[in-house]
């Protein structure tokens, strides 16, 4: 990769690694209506990244070094962009729903936080995470 396209690189990877951090951050103000903002929420916001980023990280690194070329870089960082997009609106469908329909269930606020906080956040962190590796082998 030359000089130019070295520099498109890098600033991707920056605006991915902001990116992640704005999902985490605003995923508290996404789930707060719904659960609030315990310590419970936190934790399960902070584990779902965390482990989205790992599984992104290692089908990141399989899928590079299978298909090392820019067209699945730049697919998988739309991708991901898109379906940031997309979590606003998503969330003020799925969650009220997805609450009601589990508060029957007389779960406590950890599982159903839980389990809003994967519906929403698990794949496009999961696509963020692969970008990383992308751009170390293309690099």
């Known amino acids: 990769m030359r000089g130019g ?12 690694g902001i ?9 508290s103000r996404l789930l707060a209506p719904f659960f609030g903002t315990s310590l419970y929420v936190w934790t399960n916001i902070i584990g779902i990244i965390m482990v989205s980023l790992s ?10 070094d299978k298909h090392p070329n820019t067209l ?7 991708t991901a962009g898109v379906l940031i ?12 729903i997805a609450t009601q329909a589990l508060s ?7 599982l159903l936080s839980f389990i809003g906080s994967l519906m ?4 496009p962190i ?3 995470g692969a970008i990383i590796p992308f751009a170390v082998r293309l690099n």
């Not at 520099?7 to 991915?16: A, E, K, Q, R």
């Not at 599984?55 to 590079?64: D, E, L, N, T």
């Not at 699945?72 to 739309?78: D, E, K, P």
């Open 19 to 27: 990116s992640t951090m704005g999902v985490e951050l605003s995923a």
């Open 55 to 64: 599984i992104g990280y290692f089908i990141g690194g399989r899928i590079s």
């Open 104 to 110: 029957t269930l007389s779960y406590n606020d950890f």
């Open 120 to 123: 929403l956040f698990a794949v």
């Open 5 to 16: 396209g070295k520099t498109i690189l890098y600033i991707t990877v920056f605006i991915c």
């Open 126 to 128: 999961t696509l963020l």
């Open 85 to 96: 997009g997309v979590i606003p609106f998503l969330s003020s469908l799925i969650l009220p």
């Open 72 to 78: 699945v870089f730049h697919l998988f960082t739309l």
